[in-house]
């Protein structure tokens, strides 16, 4: 196995790890809404504080549930996925292009040099 491929299984056994391991600890028994995120959580904690406190801003749209919130956050993510893909991919295309271009001039500057005849002094 080649190092990258060692380093790339290795990257991809963590990621799972870091996946799996909440749920197989029991991280989130006990709670309500185990596994929420942070906006979330900061809410409750200020209730729990502060609980005459007023917000500064209201969202401008609120999503009906929790599942289309959800929806909307991976559709926002796999957009941004997607943009980044097509900005590294069009980066490499680019790059690889300009790789065969100057291949292509050295091969044809190589050529016209064998071509022409050896001047004699």
Do not use: C, H
């Not at 009906?64 to 900005?87: I, K």
């Amino acid at each position: 196995m080649s190092r990258n491929a060692r380093i790339n299984t290795l990257l991809l056994l963590i990621v799972a790890a870091l996946a799996v391991l909440p749920l197989a600890l029991g991280l989130g028994d006990g709670k309500e809404e185990p596994f929420t995120g942070a906006d979330a959580q900061a809410e409750a904690a200020i209730t729990e504080n502060a609980p005459d406190y007023e917000p500064w801003f209201t969202p401008l749209y609120e999503p009906p549930s929790g599942e289309v919130e959800s929806a909307l956050f991976s559709l926002q993510a796999a957009l941004g996925a997607g943009v980044l893909a097509y900005y590294f991919g069009l980066r490499r295309g680019r790059r690889q292009g300009e790789a065969r271009a100057r291949a292509e001039a050295a091969e044809r500057t190589a050529a016209e040099a064998a071509d022409r005849p050896v001047a004699e002094e």
